[in-house]
T-cell receptor, first 115, second 115 residues
Framework: GAVVSQHPSWVICKSGTSVKIECRSLDFQATTMFWYRQFPKQSLMLMAT?????????EQGVEKDKFLINHASLTLSTLTVTSAHPEDSSFYIC???????????FGPGTRLTVL | AQSVAQPEDQVNVAEGNPLTVKCTYS??????LFWYVQYPNRGLQFLLK??????LVKGSYGFEAEFNKSQTSFHLKKPSALVSDSALYFC?????????????FGTGTRLTIIP
């Protein structure tokens, strides 16, 4: 299957700082990227859907000014957690949609810990 | 709205025995159905999917799932469990309509294979 990478795989930051997570589709063009958050022992919760070149669509309850999503190219989407707080500590997973063959591929996830 | 239910938080099976992880879904129209596996601190790995055709779908690592439209179920099965199958399993559903590619996940079932 196709490959999606995420960077960094884990990050520890101080409260109040911003953290950027990159999601790259390595061998396909992802016209749509999905960002999920997973708290310990819980399921994946969709945060937002982003289409290349347009603004992301956020799920209810997700603050768009706190979780900035940029999808500037068909192979790269970024999620920036602004002014991070300990409650933002979570596992963040991206997923790329390869529209050419209507398949979806997950990245390996990024573990964010905010102190 | 689409939804997925995984009624069991935890399933324990002796090594070598058959295993079943249950999943039921609700979606308007005909669904795409998926099973994913997640190991600790890792992203989701695709196991199998139902799109159309044969109701019995075979996937990775010897897993299979049976689509039952009348019972709106998509239970995951394996004839003989391995200790290495111990992980967190997620069922997911997606609408077939183009432009609505969001996946909805169940809450997950932790499968423990006992040696």
């Amino acid at each position: 299957g196709a490959v999606v990478s995420q960077h960094p795989s884990w990050v520890i930051c101080k409260s109040g700082t911003s953290v950027k997570i990159e999601c790259r589709s390595l061998d396909f063009q992802a016209t749509t990227m999905f960002w999920y958050r997973q708290f310990p022992k819980q399921s994946l919760m969709l945060m937002a859907t982003s289409n290349e070149g347009s603004k992301a669509t956020y799920e209810q309850g997700v603050e768009k000014d706190k979780f900035l999503i940029n999808h500037a190219s068909l192979t790269l989407s970024t999620l920036t957690v602004t002014s991070a707080h300990p409650e933002d500590s979570s596992f963040y997973i991206c997923q790329g949609l390869a529209s050419s063959y209507n398949e979806q591929f997950f990245g390996p996830g990024t573990r964010l810990t905010v102190l | 709205a689409q939804s997925v239910a995984q009624p069991e938080d935890q399933v324990n099976v002796a090594e070598g025995n058959p295993l079943t992880v249950k999943c039921t879904y609700s979606v308007s129209g005909n669904p795409y159905l998926f099973w994913y596996v997640q190991y600790p601190n890792r992203g989701l790995q695709f196991l199998l999917k139902y799109i159309t055709g044969d109701n019995l779908v075979k996937g990775s690592y010897g897993f299979e799932a049976e689509f039952n439209k009348s019972q709106t179920s998509f239970h995951l099965k394996k004839p003989s469990a391995l200790v290495s199958d111990s992980a967190l399993y997620f069922c997911a559903v997606r609408d077939r309509n183009f432009g609505n590619e969001k996946l909805t996940f169940g809450t997950g079932t932790r499968l423990t294979i006992i040696p």
